[in-house]
């Protein structure tokens, strides 16, 4: 006999309470409102604030250690991350935590293998515990160990920001339905869209070992978190979204933070080991196209294709090793780098001659 559901008595009510009130009362404060402009700015801003304290504070600080800020910068991301009502830092990092070690097993606390809606939000419904994991480096920082204490009412004070700018501008119930009630459902579902969406569509152009994916269209207002097949392959990396284009507003921020001096040891993952895990993904693509393909044509494109991904990646190696030698003769090393640079090249017009040739074969 299977055992039936049991829902969180507290976790519940809250998050299915919340999204009917925004369903039944956002729509009405919109007709009714006469300073909808200046509640929709007020509650702009502090979605901003919260998703980037979970993103940048959570998630990438906390979770991951991908770099480290002061403890003013750490404060102000705990008390603005507690306003997401996500649980405390301590107990979401060991969640997450537990995500990554576990993904897509029995183990993962919202392993997309069990449904769309389990990984957004039924598991956080769910009265499941999870006992703390693998949180030892967290526990020992007093403002992490004072937030998890305290979260509900940090978290309390800081969503009431709008409400006390609703009192100042005598326009309480506006600020509570749009800068409280839809701020909250806004945090809550944004960032559930990353456990869910982000592991069912999208692309894996770094691995397939997982469900995760890329997924632009997330990453604006999850704050550059929808670079979800990047991270976990790299989840120390204090980037999502690697390129200039990729919109990734936490790791924008880290940086500026890091040339004031509020965030340092930012951690990257080197550009060459970024291009083999690509290559290796796309020599796994391409494969997979020559199976159809007449035997004698398919053997031979298929040695090319393992020869020329082969010379890749000794010219990616070689230029890493390069980079990082010490530069005792600045002249040599200068000219070292130019040959490097030039059996990448080369060895790149031979992986493109041979991607070209299977493609069309396909």
């Known amino acids: 006999m299977t055992q039936s559901r049991r829902w969180n008595p507290l976790n519940t009510p ?3 309470g919340t999204l009917i009130l925004a369903v039944v009362l956002v729509p009405l404060n919109i007709i009714y409102s006469k300073a909808l402009l200046f509640e929709l700015s007020v509650s702009l801003g502090m979605f901003i604030a919260i998703g980037l304290s979970v993103a940048m504070g959570y ?5 991951h250690r991908s770099y480290r800020a002061s403890w003013p910068l750490r404060l102000v991301l705990l008390c603005f991350g507690a306003a997401a009502f996500q649980n405390s830092a301590l107990r979401w990092a060991s969640d997450h935590r537990l995500h990554h070690r576990f993904v897509d097993t029995e183990r993962d606390p919202y392993s997309i293998r069990k449904g769309f809606w389990h990984a957004h939000w039924i598991w956080v419904m769910e009265s499941t515990s999870h006992p703390l994991e693998g ?4 526990q020992a920082d007093p403002l992490v160990r004072w937030q998890d ?6 978290g309390a004070v800081v969503s ?14 506006g600020h509570l339905v749009m800068g409280l009630i839809l701020r909250i459902v806004l945090t809550h579902h944004t960032t559930f869209l990353i456990n869910s969406a982000a592991h ?9 070992t997982n469900t995760a994916r890329d997924n632009g269209l997330l990453a604006p207002f999850t704050f550059g978190e929808g670079y979800h097949n990047f991270h976990h392959m790299w989840p120390g990396d204090y980037r999502n979204g690697i390129r200039w284009y990729q919109w990734d507003t936490a790791k924008w921020l880290i940086q500026a933070l890091s040339w004031v001096g509020m965030a340092d040891k930012l951690r990257r993952v080197p550009e060459t080991v970024i291009q083999r895990a690509k290559l290796a993904m796309e020599e796994k693509r391409l494969a997979a196209r020559l199976i159809a393909a007449p035997p004698s044509v398919a053997e031979d494109l298929r040695a090319r294709l393992a020869s020329a991904r082969l010379r890749m990646d000794h010219a990616l190696v ?15 090393w200068k000219i070292a780098m130019l040959t490097r640079r030039a059996e990448l090249r080369m060895a790149w017009a031979e992986w493109k001659a041979t991607r070209f040739l299977v493609r069309r074969l396909a």
């Open 14 to 16: 809250f998050l299915i």
């Open 59 to 63: 998630h990438r600080l906390f979770s």
């Open 135 to 138: 949180v030892t480096d967290l």
């Open 149 to 154: 204490r305290y979260f509900f009412r940090i």
């Open 160 to 173: 009431l920001i709008p409400v006390a700018i609703g009192f100042a501008t005598d326009n309480v119930w």
């Open 200 to 208: 069912a569509f999208g692309t894996q152009p770094y691995t397939d």
């Open 318 to 332: 070689a230029l890493q090793e390069q980079r990082e030698s010490l530069k005792t003769h600045h002249q040599e």
